[in-house]
Nanobody
Framework: QVQLVESGGGLVHSGGSLTLSCVVS????????MHWYRQAPGKQRELVATITMESTTTYSDSVKGRFTISRDNAKNAAYLQMNNLQHDDTAVYYC???????????WGQGTQVTVSS
């Protein structure tokens, strides 16, 4: 059973920074594409950032230039560095892992990020 464990959420003032971590229990992490999603109250879950197995990254327009996704294959981990956080970034953040060439997609339990104005 693949498990994704997130950490790093919390309360931060506007303009502050947080780094989220997601550790995946698998021995084939290097073929995973990793994604970070977020869901604010009353809104749909949205894709925030993606990093492929080749470490190609993409971002939503709302976070581009402020957030950085990265991975460390030696630690089976993906990260989301979030800078210049704004109130609209308040949401539950979820990591998602998808092993290339499979129909499987795994989710973490979510971590709350709250940005105070």
């Amino acid at each position: 059973q693949v498990q994704l464990v997130e950490s790093g959420g919390g309360l931060v003032h506007s303009g502050g920074s947080l780094t989220l971590s997601c550790v995946v229990s698998t021995n084939i992490f290097d073929v995973y594409a990793m994604h970070w999603y977020r869901q604010a109250p009353g809104k749909q879950r949205e894709l925030v950032a993606t990093i492929t197995m080749e470490s190609t990254t993409t971002y939503s327009d709302s976070v581009k230039g402020r957030f950085t996704i990265s991975r460390d294959n030696a630690k089976n981990a993906a990260y989301l560095q979030m800078n210049n956080l704004q109130h609209d970034d308040t949401a539950v953040y979820y990591c998602n892992g998808h092993p290339l060439g499979t129909p499987y997609s795994y989710w973490g339990q979510g971590t709350q990020v709250t940005v105070s104005s």
